[in-house]
């Protein structure tokens, strides 16, 4: 089975807030990036369908994955325990097959994934975020492999989550519902992004 090429779901901005029914996460700053497992092997791609695959090679530890696995997630940089988006973009942009394997040792990344798409070859689309991450979260505990990390997050209490994220040098919050179907590259409510003010106007993620 070649698993579909879909394009990420989006959020829209918002203020903080609380709700029993949604989760929120850390807005991770980096590239939001798609990954699949199937009869084909590997694959990375972003917003535009765009291939990364041969960006970041040492990402071919997802193979220990299940086939038939798709995932949503956001590659990032780290330094100084953050997410440092201007270290991720210098290499994110190379094309050359030995600055790429050089920059595996000046800048390793690590994948963020924080939604289960295609489980075993079966879709999830339709299925409620507290399902698919439910499911996440047991592949990442069984098949836990380097370089790819759970995004946790809270239920409920999103204004105190917020508070301490922006407080600790996070970028800010995604609050996702909880009974929300997956929509590929739609703009929905259920997804709502909360960043400080300062921030909003910041480039748009890649």
């Known amino acids: 089975m070649i698993l579909p090429c879909l394009r990420p779901m989006l959020a829209v901005p918002a203020m903080p807030f609380d709700a029993a029914d949604y989760c929120f996460e850390i807005k991770w700053d980096g590239v939001r990036t798609m990954a699949a497992v199937d009869e084909g092997g590997w694959r990375l791609w972003g917003r535009d369908a765009v291939d990364y695959t041969p960006r970041y090679p040492e990402l071919d530890v997802l193979q220990r994955w299940p086939a038939g696995t798709l995932v949503d997630g956001e590659l990032m940089a780290v330094r100084g325990g953050l997410p440092h988006l201007p270290s ?22 690590q994948y963020v994934v924080f939604d289960l798409l295609y489980h075993g070859g079966r879709c999830l689309l339709r299925e409620p975020l507290r399902q698919r991450r439910e499911l996440l979260a047991e592949l990442c505990a069984r098949g836990a492999v380097p370089g790819v990390l759970w995004s946790a997050g809270v239920v409920g209490a999103g204004t105190a989550f917020y508070q301490a ?42």
């Open 88 to 109: 991720l973009l210098q290499r994110h942009f190379l094309t050359d097959a030995w600055k790429i394997r050089q920059a595996t040792r000046w800048c390793p990344v």
């Open 165 to 206: 994220v922006v407080a600790s040098g996070h970028e800010g919050v995604v609050a996702k519902s909880l009974a929300a179907t997956y929509q590929p590259g739609c703009r929905s409510p259920a997804w709502r992004k909360i960043k400080p003010p300062a921030r909003a106007r910041r480039r748009p993620a890649l």
